[in-house]
């Protein structure tokens, strides 16, 4: 058995990509690692080039959390997008356009 020290965990991280394109590597990283470390070390904004590094949003299984946050073994570190609408006005928008359908 691997000492604490040495310990490495299995990790992957996600993103999504341009296009309905997901992106997810599996690698190896070591015990103590941070979310912004594996990420870095993934090199996966590489393939999402439009992610502003400076401004990431981060989770693990549909968690937010934060970048100085440690890994788990098995975690799955999640980027996520900025939204491009507000849910509720995209939904308000929908209701008004199906009110409109539905008068004779």
Do not use: W
């Not at 103590?32 to 693990?60: F, K, W």
């Not at 570190?77 to 359908?101: H, M, Q, T």
């Amino acid at each position: 058995m691997e000492s604490a020290e040495g310990r490495t965990l299995k990790v992957s991280v996600a993103c999504a990509g341009t296009g309905g394109v997901a992106h997810v590597i599996e690698l190896a990283v070591p015990d103590g690692s941070t979310l912004q470390e594996v990420i870095l070390r993934s090199r996966i904004l590489e393939r999402c080039p439009d992610i502003d590094p400076a401004a990431l949003s981060v989770g693990v299984f549909n968690r937010s959390r934060a970048l100085d946050d440690r890994v788990r073994d098995g975690d799955r570190v999640e980027i996520y997008r900025p939204l491009l609408a507000d849910p509720k006005e995209s939904r308000r928008r929908r209701a008004r356009s199906a009110r409109k359908n539905e008068r004779p």
